[in-house]
C-alpha cells in the first residue's frame, strides 16, 4: 500500500488528524531537512510535503518565492530532491508528497519523472499548475506506478470542478484555504468550514487544507472539518531567517509540537 | 487551418491549453463566456470599432516606403503598417480597447496588467482613465528604469505602477506578480493580459483584437495593388502584433509569413529572447509553448535591448505556426535592430521603436531572397519616443 494511503487509514482507526509540515527542499540545506523530518517523525508528524524550487511559482507568496530563488541558486534541482528523499528512505518510511510546478516534470519527462519519484520513495505529488484538465499523461503514468495525484481545490471551485477534482485525487484532496497565493494569515475566509462540509460530502477521500495556516487557534478551528491540516511559509520563514540551524530546528519542533495538539484537540 | 484554432480545450494542436492554478478557472470560463457572447453581439462589435475608430485612430495607414524599399533592393516594394500611429503609440490599443469592453461586461471593478516597455501599461492606464476603472500595472524594476517615460504616462493617466523587484525584474516576473495579483482578487479584477500568451482563452481574444492590423492591412494592399502581399514581416516578443498582422492571412498559403524574435547579445552567447528560434516546448504563464529553459525545467532570463521582446516565453499559436511551417522564424541581434531603428529614422523619417526596428532589421537580410515585383508588409507596431534614451545612451557612449 502506499504509505499516504496507509497513514490516512490509521489515522481514521485513531480517530486522528494529520499535521502536515511543508519545507522547500535544500532550505537552509538538505541536512538540516533531514535532521528535521526524523526529528518530526518521532514527534507524530503523519507526512512530509517537500517542495521542489521552481523560477517562476505563481502560486507562491514572498516567503517561499524567495526560499525557492535561494534553493535555485545553491543548486537544488528535481534530481537532487529525489537523491535526497532516495538517501531518507534508508532511515525513515514517513509519507513523503512533492510539490512541484509542471515544467520541471514536463522538462524531466512525464513518464520519467514518475517512475524516478517512485524508485526514490517519493508516495505523491502536488503540482499547483496543473490541474486535472491539463494531466491526462501524468496522471495516467502516476497511476500505473501508484504515485498519488493531490490535486487542489480551492473557494472559488464550481460544484462541477470539486466533483473532477476530487475524482482525479488520490492519496488526498488539498483544499486551499484562501482564493490567494500561500503565505500566513492572520484571518481566515470565514466560510472555510461551509466548503470543507460541502466537500466531504462529495469525497470520501481525505481532505487537508492548507495556504494562510500559521495559527495554532487557525489549526485548531480546522481541523474538526478535515482530515489534516497543512503549514508551510510559517516554517519556511524561519529556516530562511534563523541563521542559527540548531536554533530554526528547536523553533520549527515547537510550533509543530504546538500545531500536533491543536489539530488533535478535544472538540470544545 | 487558423479559424477554427484553438479547439474547445484552448489547443492550437499540442500548444495552449489552461496550466492555471485552479482558482483561476472559473474566472477563465466567465472570460471564456463573455467573449463567446460578445463577438457574436454586433452591439459589442459595434462599440469596439467605433472606439477604434474614433478614440484610437483606425484605420492606421498602409504606407509604401519607397526609399527604405530602393535601399533593401531596387523593385521591391516594401510597405510599413503604421500602427505607431495609433493613439499611444503602439498596437497595443487594439487589444486594451477590447478587453476593457469585455471587463465592463463582467462587472469588474479593477484593472491590473503586466508591462514590460510599458506601451501596454499606458495603453492599459489610457482606456481605464476613459473608461474609469481602477488600474495597477506590474512593471519589472529593470524595465521601470530602463522606460522611465512611460512609467511617468501611466502616472499621469492615474495608475499606479507597482514595481517587481522578483527574479530577473523584467516582463516575465512582472507576468508572474500580475497574475498572483490575479488569483487572490479573482472576483473584482479583470487581468488585462497583454499579449497572445497565457492560458485560454487570452491567445484567442487578444488575436481577436488585434486582428484588425492585418484585416485592414489586406483591405489596403487590394486597393493599392490588387493582390496579396509576397512576405508579412513582424517582431515576435509574446507576439500580439505579429499575429494581428499574420492571422488574417494564414490561409493565403502563398503568402509567406515571418517573425523576428530578439537574438540580443547574439543566439550563440545564451543572452537572447529567442524562444521560438532557439527554445523548447515548456508551460510558462499557464500555456504551453516555446520557453527559454535549463536542463531542469526552470525557465531563464530572456535578454533584449528592447524590453517588449525581452520575455522567455512566446504565444502558442506561434508555436503551432512554427511546427506546422506556416511561418517562418528568425532572430536579429540588438546591434542589428539599433541599424535598423537608424535605417527606418534616415530613409523615411520614422522613428520606430526597438521592437519593430528588430522587423526592420531583418529586410537587408531578406533581400537576397526577394525579387523583383515582391510585395511586403512590416508591421511597424510601435513608435520610437519611448527608446530615444536608450538610443541617445549608446550613442554618447560611443
Redesign the interface.
Known sequence: MNRIDAVFTQLRQEKKKAFIPFFVAGIPDYRTIRELVLRLEECGVALIELGVP???P??D?PII?MAS?EA?KMGV???SVFSFVEDLRKITQIPIALLTY???????GVERFVSRAITSGVDGIIA????P??SALFTACAKRHNLKTI????????HE?LKK?ASASTGFLYY?SV???TGPRDTLPGDIRAHLCHIKRITRKPVCVGFGISHEHQARMLAPYADGIIVGSALVRILCQERNKKTAQQRILHIVKKMQRAVNAPRS | MGTSLPNA?GYFGDFG???????????LKELEDTFGKSVKDPSFNREFTQCLNTYAGRPTPLYFAPRLSKEIKPGVRIYLKREDLCHTGAHKINNTIGQILLALRMGKKRIIAETGAGQHGVATATVCAKFGLRCDIYMGQEDIHRQSLNVFRMELLGARVIPVT??SQTL?DAC?EA??DW??N??TTHYLLGSVVGPHPYPLLVRYFQSVIGKEAKKQLRSREERLPHYLIACVGGGSNSIGLFHPFVHDKKVNMIGVEAAGYGLSTGRHAASLVCG???????A?SY?L?D?????KTAHSISAGLDYPGVGPEHAYYKKTRRAHYVAVTDTEALRGFRMLSELEGIIPALEPAHAIAYLPKLAKKLRKGNICIVCLSGRGDKDITIIRGISQKK
Open positions: 521552481f523560477s517562476d505563481l502560486a507568496g518565492q530563488t535555485l534541482t528535481s534530481r509542471c515544467n520541471p516534470i514536463f522538462k524531466y499547483p499548475d496543473l490541474p484538465d491539463e490535486f487542489l481545490a480551492t473557494p472559488t471551485t464550481t470542478r477534482i486551499v482564493t490567494g497565493i | 480545450r491549453g489552461k496550466f492555471v492554478p485552479e482558482t483561476l478557472f472559473d474566472c522578483s527574479g516575465k508572474n497574475i498572483r488569483v487572490t479573482v472576483k523548447e516546448v515548456g508551460v510558462l504563464h499557464g504551453r520557453v529553459q536542463a531542469d525545467g526552470q525557465i
